[in-house]
């Protein structure tokens, strides 16, 4: 199967910023790649996306802050102007097929804190 590895993550000041990056192994056709965000106590929510042909989606509440990005099977996420709200851990997402069946993968999450 398909094995991610995060980095980056870390405390910031709030207006900072940070890059994550994770890369996929085991696999070498990945499809869409993603990153979502799970603040303390609260649900995972999906932050960016890029397709294998570098279309990109946005949460309204990162757009024109976050960057994504993919190089080959590594998926980088440019974090500007941090603010607290953004603390949280990071995980990333791939998705493949396995044939004509849909897959899909999880990094083991990186922790974000931004402080005030």
């Known amino acids: 199967q398909v094995r991610l590895v995060e980095s980056g993550g870390g405390l910031v000041r709030a207006g900072e910023s940070l890059r994550l990056s994770c890369a996929a192994s085991?696999?070498?056709?990945?499809?869409?790649m993603a990153w979502y965000r799970q603040p303390l106590g609260m649900q995972r929510d999906w932050v960016a996306r890029i397709s294998p042909r570098n279309n990109t989606n946005y949460n309204d509440l990162v757009k024109g802050r976050f960057t994504i990005s993919r190089s080959d099977n590594t998926v980088h996420l440019q974090m500007n102007s941090l603010n607290p709200e953004d603390t949280g851990i990071y995980y990333c997402?791939?998705?493949?097929?396995?044939?004509?069946?849909?897959?899909?993968?999880w990094g083991q999450g990186t922790q974000v804190t931004v402080s005030s």
């Open positions: 085991g696999r070498t056709t990945i499809d869409a």
């Open positions: 997402n791939v998705e493949w097929w396995d044939y004509d069946t849909p897959k899909s993968a």
